[in-house]
Structures are given as C-alpha cells and as structure tokens.
C-alpha cells in the first residue's frame, strides 16, 4: 500500500513509519527492513523537495540508524541537529531523537555523547526515558553507556 505523508503544523509524518520501527524495535528486522528502506526512499524524495526539514531530517536519522548504515546515521543525525529549531526547552528531545539514530546504527561513542549532554543539562528526556526507550537496547552493554545509566539511576550527579 502507498504511504501517506502528511503535513501538520511544519512536521511531515508517515502514517505506517511507526509501524515499521515499532516492528524493528520487537527484533522483527525481516518484516522491518523492507519497510525502512521503503520509507528511507520516500523521506529521501520530501527531503528533495523540502531541503533542511528538521522533521524530515530526524526521521531519517532514525530510519537509518535502524537499517544500521553508521556513516549515513551520523550524517543525517548531525543534520538534523543542525536543522533544529533552537529552542532551549526541547533542545534535550532533538538530541534524544539523534540518540536513537546513533544508537541504533553502531555509533556509540556518539549516542553516548549526546545521552550525557541531555542528562546532564536535566531539561527533556531523563534517565527512565534513556532506560526504557529500545533505541538503545543495542549499547545498553557498551561499558561507557552502562556506567552512565548507573551513574545517574542512582541520582549521583
């Protein structure tokens, strides 16, 4: 079936790209991939005709690092930091949504990095969103990322 996208207060959103990375997130990669590739297309082409959309950007960030291509994923992601609205209050969830991105693709050292950017700022995502989130179930036994998630469950810094 034919993807629709759809424009809501400046965010392109695709009504099955859930659905694919909510299949990817339950270990379902076979079903998933032909799915994220499908979507990485499509974002691909918006981007074309949307050039700098942070929306679009931060999808595919997230689209990529799925697939687990890390140099596109630390490209896309960078971009779509760079494309954020500055906005001091959701800085924190950017970079959590680029953490994922990171994370999903291999890029730990750069996932980690931007994880204990945002907890240490301690406006946005905190420590149970880092936790829970299965974004991150690929590094959670990376040493670094694993003594940040205890440094900061337990309230240390």
Same mark, same amino acid.
């Given at each position: ?18 659905? &694919?990375?909510? !299949? ?7 079903? @998933?991939?032909? $799915? ?5 297309? /499509? ?8 050039a700098?959309?942070y ?16 140099q ?14 500055? &906005?001091?209050t !959701? ?7 680029? @953490?994922?991105? $990171? ?5 730990? /050292? ?24 299965p ?18 469950s337990?309230?240390?810094?």
């Amino acid at each position: 079936s034919r993807r629709r996208h759809t424009r809501l207060q400046g965010d392109w959103s695709s009504d099955v790209c859930s659905s &694919d990375l909510t !299949l990817y997130y339950f270990d379902n990669t076979k079903d @998933a991939r032909p $799915l994220l590739i499908s979507a990485r297309q /499509e974002f691909s082409k918006l981007l074309d005709d949307n050039a700098g959309n942070y929306a679009i950007l931060r999808s595919l960030c997230v689209i990529e690092g799925a697939l687990g291509d890390t140099q596109s994923a630390l490209r896309i992601c960078n971009d779509a930091l760079e494309a954020a609205p500055r &906005d001091a209050t !959701l800085t924190g969830w950017f970079e959590f949504y680029a @953490a994922h991105g $990171l994370a999903m693709a291999g890029a730990t /050292e750069a996932a980690v990095q931007l994880v204990r950017r945002i907890l240490e700022r301690r406006e946005g995502p905190g420590i149970y969103d880092v936790e829970s989130h299965p974004a991150f179930s690929g590094i959670r036994s990376d040493p670094e990322f694993a003594a940040l998630l205890q440094q900061y469950s337990r309230g240390q810094k």
